[in-house]
């Protein structure tokens, strides 16, 4: 027995010993690798953007980026957008590498991108664009570089736009589900998927005049920039003329085939190196660790990111959790230095109650000092919610909105159980309505009105906080409203916002109405600390295994399944489709 202790006790010595030399030596390395030297920019740099990467507006985080120099981190849009602007007027960057041959960005991201690189060639700084095939999300943003050149062997996409939708109904049958929907205005067809084979005519009509709306923008700006005439540029899509980079430089689409070694040559040649040197490629991670480009004024602004669905809650950081984004506004609000509140959303929408819960918030906020909301890629319905009652609104030509509508949906998987699986419920329950909510067997006539009246109630509030938000009438809310989604510049016209401009522009205004010109931003949510990051609860790896299994199409499909989901029994103010187009 003497023996067993002896070796328990030497055993757990030696745990503990081997357990706190191993903190201070991963505190040793955390410190070494945390204070590594600031980046140099060095002479004749050239600042490299890749539009592969998608700009989100909160950075994505992880434990070895924050202590390492990583140069391929990807930065949040507003850091991309500031990083630009300050290069503008730093000496030591000559030109921009724009890599356009693909765009994991939206609409209006690409939008807000494409203006800064165009502001930035007004300090008489090149942009040099190039892919190897360039997609037309990619050309989309590209066009407006200095010289813009693709692969010999490669191309330009250049077809027209496309969206597809899928549906579901024909695989519930199969199953022997019954979808239970319940919704409030004709274009509001998140439901679609789930009740018909097609699309219905008003969702026909509301996707043809969104589609038509984002092309026309696209061949006016590629019509500017090319010196070129949109009737043109109608007709190479039309009769497919683009085929090859061929026609892509005959048709003056592009200013040369070049490979990526004669690319780099011409940009040797703007800086004026001989052939052998090396190029000072400078990645925007890298640029954003070597400078300082944030305001350093006395007043603060506050600007609050939101991206992602609605939900009850905190949720994670890649959506927007009630309680935690009331409790954002709710700091912002009573901290009496900061001056004003811009609030940016990117997001689709989601749980009502939510919406509505972030909305009070907001409008108290408005009553103490200036709230501005500045739209990202998408600001519709719950999305939209939450901005309708701020003192201005901002949104991009192309930014994604409106969307005034509601929705809810239960399934009825009573016979999937039953007769695919076998598998049957029974229970006790103290009133008839205690088991509302279940998927194993059909609503009740009674409990249908129920939730149909619940869908009705919330698009009234809805339609409310718009028409008092935005200072219009009830019936012409409802005429604009009914689900129907609308790009940024409509949305102009019908009132539903108030300028056409990005994040900054949102800012500016904010410093206006503040009365303030010196001053910083204080951005919200704040940074994650290291132990966040690590014991986080996001499934990073699980997410992009699924995703390299099931290929992108498939990946949307299990989101849509996911989705779904989610959204069963819960009144939902969310755009009624997920934006894709080819």
Request: glycine content about 8%; proline content about 2%.
């Amino acid at each position: 027995m003497k023996s067993f202790f002896k070796i328990f006790l030497a055993s757990l010595l030696a745990l503990i010993v081997f357990s706190v030399l191993a903190f201070f030596l991963m505190i040793g390395m955390v410190g070494s690798l945390a204070s590594s030297d600031k980046p140099m920019v060095g002479a004749k740099a050239v600042l490299v953007v890749d539009l592969g990467d998608a700009y989100q507006e909160i950075a994505e985080e992880s434990p070895l980026s924050e202590l390492s120099s990583d140069e391929n981190k990807i930065p949040a849009l507003y850091d991309l957008l500031r990083l630009i602007r300050h290069a503008k007027s730093d000496s030591s960057v000559k030109g921009i590498y724009l890599r356009c041959g693909s765009n994991a960005n939206g609409f209006a991201t690409g939008e807000s991108i494409r203006e800064a690189l165009a502001d930035f060639k007004s300090a008489n700084k090149f942009v040099i664009a190039y892919g190897d095939v360039i997609s037309q999300s990619g050309y989309r943003v590209g066009n407006v570089a200095s010289k813009i050149y693709c692969n010999p062997k490669g191309g330009v996409d250049w077809k027209g736009y496309a969206m597809e939708y899928m549906f579901l109904k024909g695989t519930l049958e199969k199953l022997d589900i019954q979808p239970q929907i319940f919704y409030a205005g004709k274009f509001k067809s998140a439901t679609e998927p789930f009740r018909e084979t097609k699309m219905t005519e008003p969702n026909r009509q509301q996707s043809s005049e969104l589609l038509d709306g984002l092309y026309a923008h696209f061949l006016l700006q590629t019509a500017e920039a090319r010196k070129l005439d949109t009737a043109t540029l109608h007709r190479y899509a039309n009769e497919s003329l683009i085929k090859t980079a061929s026609d892509a430089y005959n048709y003056k689409l592009v200013d040369g085939m070049k490979y990526d070694d004669e690319v780099k040559d011409e940009i040797k040649n703007r800086l004026g190196i001989g052939k052998a040197d090396k190029l000072n490629f400078i990645s925007v991670a890298k640029y954003g660790k070597a400078v300082d480009y944030k305001l350093n004024g006395k007043s603060k602004i506050a600007v609050i990111f939101a991206q992602g669905d609605i939900i009850d809650g905190k949720g994670e950081r890649e959506s927007i959790g009630s309680e935690s984004y009331r409790a954002l506004v709710r700091k912002a609000r009573l901290d009496k230095d900061i001056k004003a509140i811009v609030f940016r959303i990117n997001s689709g929408g989601g749980s009502a109650l939510a919406s509505e819960n972030i909305w009070r918030e907001l409008t108290l906020a408005k009553a103490d000092k200036p709230v501005i909301v500045s739209f990202g890629d998408v600001a519709a319905s719950g999305g939209y919610y939450l901005a309708c009652n701020a003192d201005s609104i901002f949104a991009q030509h192309n930014t994604i909105t409106g969307s005034i509508g509601v929705f809810t949906l239960i399934p009825n998987m009573q016979g999937f159980f039953n007769k695919k699986l076998g598998v049957t419920f029974d229970g006790v329950k103290t009133s008839p309505d205690a088991d509302a909510m279940t998927v194993s067997k059909p609503l009740t006539e009674s409990q249908k009105r129920y939730l149909q009246n619940d869908v009705d109630s919330t698009y009234f509030d809805f339609k409310t906080r718009v028409a008092g938000g935005r200072k219009l009438s009830m019936e012409y809310v409802d005429s604009i409203g009914q689900g129907r989604v609308w790009i940024g510049s409509k949305a102009l016209e019908l009132k539903l916002v108030d300028r056409l401009g990005g994040l900054d522009d949102a800012i500016a205004c904010a410093a206006r109405m503040a009365k303030v010109t010196d001053y910083r931003l204080r951005e919200y949510p704040d940074k994650r600390s290291l132990m966040d990051m690590i014991l986080g609860t996001k499934e990073t790896a699980p997410q992009a295994a699924i995703r390299q299994e099931l290929g992108e199409d498939g990946f949307r499909t299990y989101q849509a399944i996911k989705k779904a989901k989610s959204m069963t029994g819960v009144t939902q103010a969310r755009m009624p489709f997920e934006l894709v187009i080819q």
